[in-house]
């Protein structure tokens, strides 16, 4: 074993993780001190009514700002979170961060309809998760309707039933679900059935080389039929032109979010592009 010098702690590294690339080891061993000294940030992407190009709310997304790394992509820390468990505390720290800034915005006379906030499958495996959510929302003062939980099919992979059951009791409490990353994966109709959905979020690669792909039309066009029938609201996620922009109007999607429009900006800017927009109304 070899103790390697990092900053000011020591560290004991065991043969097997010289496998492991030093960036990843280095986000893992950061992350604690990360969140006690608030390097983590919430950045928000608008979410805008197709119909009446409006912003209705917006969808919080993760960033790290750390000291050696500079920004870091929660697709780099929220798998090696989720492995260690470290997303418990990370998520309820985003959860609590989203209420409040709600609430906040509602103080600066921006109300917001819905904050979509991502869940890790993780976090559906604690029994107490039902109550950490309505401890953030009840701190913050705003209503359960305000808050979206985004999930993917991944939280089923282990106790279906029991995540069912959470599903069903964050319906009675208020909360909105959507089911995100439709698309990818190994999506399944079945889900739709069976969860207590308020939104279907299309993956970006749904709306993606879309414009020239006739048979990938139809699918989008199917899909959004299905969703309708089964009272959902469908988003369409990662839209980047005005192509795809009259393709998703053509078949009624509801919503949408994309660099079209507005890339995830930190909440300050947010605040500010609401303001004009409600202001102009484009
Ligand atoms: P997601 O929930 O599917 O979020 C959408 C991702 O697409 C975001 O990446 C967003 O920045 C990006 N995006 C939005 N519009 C466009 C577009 O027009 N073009 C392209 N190419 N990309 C677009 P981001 O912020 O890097 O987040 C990646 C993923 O990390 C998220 O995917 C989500 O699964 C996860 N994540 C982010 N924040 C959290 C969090 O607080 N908790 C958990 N558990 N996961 C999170
Ligand atoms: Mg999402
Ligand atoms: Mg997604
Ligand atoms: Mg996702």
């Given at each position: ?233 469908v988003v369409t996620e990662g839209v ?5 922009m009259s393709i998703i109007r053509e ?32």
């Open positions: 074993y070899v103790a390697k010098k990092e900053r000011n702690t020591c560290k004991l590294y065991s043969p097997s993780m010289n496998d492991v690339p030093k960036k990843e080891l280095m986000l893992e061993n950061s992350m604690f001190k990360a969140l006690e000294e608030e390097q983590f940030t919430l950045f928000y992407q608008p979410k805008i009514d197709v119909a009446t190009g409006r912003i209705y709310g917006a969808e919080a997304l993760i960033r790290w700002r750390h000291p050696d790394f500079g920004m870091v992509s929660p697709l780099e820390f929220i798998p090696l979170a989720e492995k260690t468990g470290f997303i418990i505390p990370l998520g309820e720290w985003v959860l609590r961060k989203a209420c409040m800034q709600i609430s906040e915005w509602e103080r600066m006379g921006l109300p917001l309809l819905s904050v979509s906030v991502n869940m890790s499958m993780i976090q559906f495996q604690q029994k107490q998760i039902v109550h950490t959510i309505e401890r953030a929302i009840a701190a913050a003062g705003i209503r359960p309707e305000q808050i979206e939980l985004e999930i993917t099919e991944s939280i089923f992979m282990d106790n279906p039933e029991h995540t069912l059951k959470i599903l069903h009791e964050l319906q009675q409490l208020g909360v909105k679900l959507s089911l995100d990353d439709f698309g990818t994966g190994y999506s399944s109709l079945s889900y739709l059935q069976n969860i207590p959905l308020h939104t279907l979020k299309l993956d970006k690669s749904f709306i993606s080389d879309i414009v020239s792909d006739f048979k990938k039309q139809m699918i989008y066009k199917s899909v959004i039929v299905i969703a309708h029938h089964l009272n959902l609201k980047e032109t005005e192509d795809e078949h009624n999607c509801d919503a949408v979010q994309g660099y079209i429009y507005s890339p995830p900006v930190p909440a300050a800017k947010f605040a500010q592009i609401y303001t004009e927009h409600r202001a102009t109304g484009s």
